[in-house]
């Protein structure tokens, strides 16, 4: 079983355990089998298109790719200055926890280590800094967004704005920020995985119903990205549904906005071939009916509603409260999601 293993839970533990969803096996408690990897042949964030096979190709944390050993990722680690954060207490067994600088920013750094292999299959990186206010959390946001964007490439507005996600053919990166609880400070941080290695580790996962599913590999490289936050644009529409706060919103979404009419609104967003189509139907100065339009994952999408609290007796139409949402798909196969 993959679990969280800490001898006391700090701050930046606790956020660990809601920012990184994936049950991360942090200790190294046995032995484990030879998977026949080679751990000098790794490589990491290689250009795909020069490789007709990416199996060694990786998705990397500071240039060190994921799916190496735990001993080889932690050497190169402390290589770079990170200092091995020691457990308070009796210490039974290895854990993969440090410190040191992360994009300008004093951060503790999670191993999460399959227990079979002992490969690194994932990263986590929380903020030391606690900020004051949503001002401070969202300018340290913007920062590191633009540094994960210049190394993983672009992403996509995820969690109803708290978060951004970069799901690159190598492996999946998820900034996120919240609010401490019963203060107004706030935490930050992000973790990344390897697409080939978390498939492996995967399969050691109990609850695998709580886990986020692999992506299918071919040659190496995860199917592109098919998914994302459409239920929780909605959701921030429906809330916002005044011309201007609508058209904030799907600014803050990155998305670009088409031709505003007297009925109508539009906006459009494109990462590779992923594309979404957006039409809000207005009166007057208020957003009375939403159409996104997407080549999505109808499966993911069901899933984010009921993850949202919505709930349905067909899978088409889900309410919650006030808010309703319809979903089919149209004769190109696009997903309609229809919120009213």
């Known amino acids: 079983m993959l679990a969280v293993a800490f001898v006391s839970l700090p701050a930046e533990a606790q956020f660990f355990k809601k920012l990184f969803k994936k049950k991360a096996k942090t200790e190294k408690t046995g032995s484990v089998k030879n998977d026949a990897i080679n751990d000098d042949a790794q490589v990491a964030l290689a250009d795909i298109a020069t490789f007709s ?15 190496i050993k735990a001993e080889r990722f932690e050497k190169l680690l402390l290589q770079q200055g990170f200092a091995e954060r020691k457990n308070e207490g009796k210490q039974t067994s290895k854990t993969y926890v440090y410190e040191g600088e992360v994009y300008g920013a004093k951060s503790v750094i999670t191993l999460a280590v399959s227990e079979q292999t002992g490969r690194v299959y994932a990263v986590d990186v929380a903020d030391q800094t606690i900020y004051p206010s949503e001002k401070d959390v969202k300018q340290r946001f913007a920062a590191l967004k633009k540094e994960l964007i210049k190394e993983y490439g672009r992403g996509f507005v995820d969690n109803q704005g708290e978060a951004y ?41 109990e609850d695998k119903e709580y886990e986020t599913a692999p992506r299918t590999i ?37 998305y670009t906005l088409g031709k505003t009419t007297a009925k109508t609104v539009t906006a459009s967003y494109t990462l590779d071939d992923y594309k979404v189509s957006v039409s809000l139907a207005r009166r007057k100065q208020n957003v009375i009916l939403i159409t996104l339009t997407a080549n999505d994952d109808m499966d993911a999408i069901c899933r984010d509603l009921q993850t949202n609290g919505f709930v349905s007796a ?7 409260g006030k808010m309703s949402v319809a979903v089919s798909t149209d004769k190109q196969g696009r997903v309609v999601m229809v919120l009213r």
């Open 53 to 67: 096979d990416n199996r060694n190709n990786r998705n990397a944390f500071l240039q060190i790719p994921l799916g």
């Open 165 to 205: 996600t970069i799901q690159n053919r190598l492996g999946t990166v998820n900034m996120h920020y919240e609010r401490n609880s019963l203060t107004t400070s706030y935490n930050i941080g992000f973790a990344l995985d390897d697409a080939k290695a978390y498939q492996m580790a995967y399969q050691e996962m």
């Open 218 to 254: 071919t040659d190496g490289l995860a199917i592109a990205c098919n998914h994302t936050d459409l239920v929780g644009l909605g959701v921030k529409l429906l809330q916002n549904n005044s011309l201007k706060g609508a058209q904030n919103v799907l600014r803050n979404y990155d």
């Open 314 to 320: 067909n899978q088409k139409n889900w309410l919650q």
